[in-house]
């Protein structure tokens, strides 16, 4: 696992990193984003990314905690932390985007979008709702 020196770091210094970081994820096409990350994070940094990315895709997908404890290689008291930070909105950013990343998510949100045109009154064609999806 990483670690990060324990020498403490001037708040305003601290503050002008990370927004640095932000503009990099901001600002930064998709290609470049990912050659910067790259080169930035360790294998092992960006397998914890990864391993996290998945658990909060499979938690919201309704798998078990044993389950992803399986599957991901972590333990279940892992699972299980994770689970309580979700379900407390902790990741409630990155599970929004987890799912409407994913195939069930892009589903969802075209049966969402249905639904609503049904019942809105709405005078869009269908036809036309079909081919923005």
Same mark, same amino acid.
């Given at each position: 696992?990483?670690?990060?020196?324990?020498?403490?770091?001037?708040?305003?210094?601290?503050?002008?990193?990370?927004?640095?970081?932000?503009?990099?994820?901001?600002?930064?096409?998709?290609? *470049?984003?990912?050659? &910067?990350?790259?080169?930035?994070?360790?294998?092992?940094?960006?397998?914890? @990314?990864?391993?996290? /990315?998945? =658990?909060?895709?499979?938690?919201?997908?309704?798998?078990?905690?044993?389950?992803?404890?399986?599957?991901?290689?972590?333990?279940?008291?892992?699972?299980?932390?994770?689970?309580?930070?979700?379900?407390?909105?902790?990741?409630?950013? *990155?599970?929004?985007? &987890?799912?409407?990343?994913?195939?069930?998510?892009?589903?969802?949100?075209? @049966?969402?979008?249905? /639904?609503? =045109?049904?019942?809105?009154?709405?005078?869009?064609?269908?036809?036309?709702?079909?081919?923005?999806?």
């Amino acid at each position: 696992m990483p670690h990060i020196s324990k020498k403490s770091l001037n708040q305003k210094i601290l503050n002008e990193l990370e927004k640095h970081l932000r503009s990099i994820i901001e600002d930064s096409g998709t290609k *470049t984003r990912t050659l &910067v990350f790259e080169e930035l994070l360790t294998k092992t940094e960006r397998v914890m @990314l990864a391993k996290r /990315v998945g =658990l909060l895709f499979l938690l919201k997908k309704g798998v078990s905690l044993y389950r992803v404890s399986e599957l991901l290689g972590i333990s279940p008291s892992t699972a299980e932390r994770f689970k309580h930070a979700m379900d407390s909105n902790k990741y409630r950013h *990155t599970v929004d985007w &987890v799912w409407k990343q994913s195939k069930e998510g892009a589903f969802e949100a075209f @049966l969402t979008s249905l /639904v609503s =045109l049904a019942f809105t009154g709405r005078t869009k064609s269908f036809k036309k709702f079909l081919d923005e999806y």
